[in-house]
Nanobody, 124 residues
Framework: QVQLVESGGGLVQSGDSLRLSCAAS????????VGWFRQAPGKEREFVAAITWFGGSTSYADSVKGRFTISRDNAKNTVYLQMNRLKPEDTAVYYC?????????????????WGQGTQATVSS
C-alpha cells in the first residue's frame, strides 16, 4: 500500500514561490504516474499537473501552465511541484495522488492513492 505525504505549503504573498513535495512510502513512485490536484474553498477539486512514470511526460492545467513545474526524483521517491508567480487564486489545499495509469491522468477517478493535502495560501 503506497502512502503519500505532502509538505511545503504555507502562507506567501502574490508573486512569491513555493515548492511542494510528495513523498511516498510503502512502494516506489518510479512505476506510478503522479498528479497534483487542488481544492479551493467552496470549489471542487481540480487537476493541476501530472508526470508519468514512463517517459516522464508532463501535463498542466491551463491556469498554471508556465508558472508551475512538476518533477520527480526517483532516488528520493518524491515528486515536486514548483509554483512560481503565485496568485491569490492559487490558494487551495494541494493534494498529490498516484496511479498506475498512463492515460486519462487528468481524471481524479484514475488515481489509486491520495495524500492528506497541504495548504497553500497566497495573499494579495
Amino acid at each position: 500500500q503506497v502512502q503519500l505525504v505532502e509538505s511545503g505549503g504555507g502562507l506567501v504573498q502574490s508573486g512569491d514561490s513555493l515548492r511542494l513535495s510528495c513523498a511516498a512510502s510503502g512502494g516506489t513512485l518510479s512505476r506510478l504516474t503522479v498528479g497534483w490536484f487542488r481544492q479551493a474553498p467552496g470549489k471542487e477539486r481540480e487537476f493541476v499537473a501530472a508526470i508519468t512514470w514512463f517517459g516522464g511526460s508532463t501535463s498542466y492545467a491551463d491556469s498554471v501552465k508556465g508558472r508551475f513545474t512538476i518533477s520527480r526524483d526517483n532516488a528520493k521517491n518524491t515528486v515536486y511541484l514548483q509554483m512560481n508567480r503565485l496568485k491569490p487564486e492559487d490558494t487551495a489545499v494541494y493534494y498529490c495522488a498516484a496511479t498506475y495509469s498512463l492515460t486519462d491522468y487528468r481524471s481524479q477517478r484514475r488515481y489509486n492513492y491520495w495524500g492528506q493535502g497541504t495548504q497553500a495560501t497566497v495573499s494579495s
